[in-house]
Structure formats: C-alpha cells, structure tokens
C-alpha cells in the first residue's frame, strides 16, 4: 500500500520554526517529484513548495520565499519542509504530496497525498 505519511506540524509562535518530514512507504519515490500544498480554513488550497526527483530543482510560493526551504532524502525516501520565521497568515493545514509529474503539483492536482498535518502559528 502506498503512503505519505505527515507529521511535525503544531503551535508554533510568529518568528519560529517547524520542520515538516514526509515519509513515502509502499513503493520508492526517488523519481518522483515532492511538494506540500497548504489550505487554511475558509481559504482555497494553494501550493507552497516542489522539488523534483533528484533535488535539483525547486519552486516556492512567493509569499514562503526565502523562510521555507523543502528538500529530500532519497535513501530515505523522505521530503522535508522546513518553515523559518513563520506567520500567523502561514496558519494552515500542509499535505505532502508527490507526483511523477511537476506540473500536477503546481496545477494542485498530485496523484499522491499526505493525510495533512496542522501548523498554527499564534500572534
């Protein structure tokens, strides 16, 4: 059965840290891109982070750019997010997620998914 499993998420105050590992189980993702897609409550879904197979590339929402940081470790077959100086506008539940294809994260539309783990940030 394949999985991505989510976790650290939790209450964090602004200006602090959380760092979100994604473990892949059931088959090995190593080709495979990863991102986190985000949604707030009473808010649409929106992308947040990419990073192709191979860790060479990555994509950022503008409004993340420069306090996240998303990366993986093949051997592990784990991706992680790691969010710096955090909002309380960044309160959200974050999915993992992965897909052959980049775009369909960007699009928001991965044929894989996270259960989801909840990051609030307090002002």
């Known amino acids: 059965q394949v999985q991505l499993v989510d976790s650290g998420g939790g209450l964090v105050q602004a200006g602090g840290s959380l760092r979100l590992p994604c473990i892949a189980s059931g088959r090995t993702f190593s080709s495979y891109s990863r991102g986190w897609l985000r949604q707030a409550p009473g808010k649409e879904r929106e992308f947040v982070a990419v990073?192709?197979?191979?860790?060479?590339?990555?994509a950022y929402r503008d409004s993340v750019k420069g306090r996240f940081t998303i990366s993986r470790d093949n051997a592990k077959n784990t991706a992680y997010l790691e969010m710096n100086s955090l909002k309380p506008e960044d309160t959200a539940v974050y999915y993992c997620v992965a897909d052959e294809d980049l775009t369909r994260i960007g699009l928001q539309r991965p044929g894989f998914w996270g259960q989801g783990t909840q990051v609030t940030v307090s002002s």
């Open positions: 990073i192709t197979g191979s860790g060479d590339n990555t």
